[in-house]
């Protein structure tokens, strides 16, 4: 089965720093650029940041970039976003997502975690 | 690239038509996605290209356009379609998604 399952979530105090995971399953992950897209009531779906397949390219939102850090360890099937400097604007559930191939659709997504900042 | 879609909910009952439209601020010819999102769940992939269906996912789905106005339309509306649906456009970096569109029973 084609999985998708993210960790690392959690309550975190701004300024603080966390790191997400998203483990794949079930298909070839060396192979398909990924992304990472959170979701708040307010703010509806905000696309985070993208990673090819192999780390060749890279890219942020402008609201994440110089606070997070997209990697990938096609090894280890590991998809991870380093999260610094949080804000509360931050605090949403965030979802890795698999590119399409051929397309920047996301075809796969995962179950989302939780990060909330707060004091 | 700003996503706007319209209606942002709208009232149906099960066996409707529906038509959701998606604007984008410039062209992106048909790069465009429509996902469909229900509760505590998340998003699931209906359209790409603008008008490709996604694999299992049922006919009555259907998209159209290309350049900055597209549409979804749902050609009977089933009780497990009642959701939210987004569109979003990968011409170019930063992704974008639009704000949503509930479809709520009447």
């Known amino acids: 089965e084609v999985q998708l399952v993210e960790s690392g979530g959690g309550l975190v105090k701004p300024g603080g720093s966390l790191r997400l995971s998203c483990g794949a399953s079930g298909f070839t992950f060396s192979s398909y650029s990924m992304n990472w897209v959170r979701q708040t009531p307010g703010r509806g779906l905000e696309w985070v940041s993208a990673?090819?397949?192999?780390?060749?390219?890279?890219f942020y939102a402008d609201s994440v970039k110089g606070r997070f850090t997209i990697s990938r360890d096609n090894a280890k099937n590991s998809l991870y976003l380093q999260m610094n400097s949080l804000r509360a604007e931050d605090t949403a559930v965030y979802y890795c997502a698999r590119d399409r191939t051929a397309t920047h659709a996301c075809d796969i997504w995962g179950q989302g975690t939780m990060v909330t900042v707060s004091s | 690239i700003r996503m706007t879609q319209s209606p942002s909910s709208f009232p149906a009952s099960t066996g409707d038509r529906v038509t959701i439209t998606c604007r984008a601020s410039q062209g992106i010819s048909s790069y465009l996605a429509w996902y469909q999102q229900k509760p505590g769940k998340a998003p699931n992939l209906l359209i790409y290209?603008?008008?490709t269906l996604q694999s299992g996912v049922p006919s009555r789905f259907s998209g159209s356009g290309s350049g900055t106005d597209f549409t979804l339309t749902i050609s009977c509306l089933q009780s497990e379609d009642f959701a939210t649906y987004y569109c979003q456009q990968y011409s170019s970096y930063p992704l974008t998604f639009g704000g949503g569109t509930k479809v709520e029973i009447k």
């Open positions: 990673i090819s397949s192999n780390s060749g390219y890279i």
């Open positions: 290209a603008a008008s």
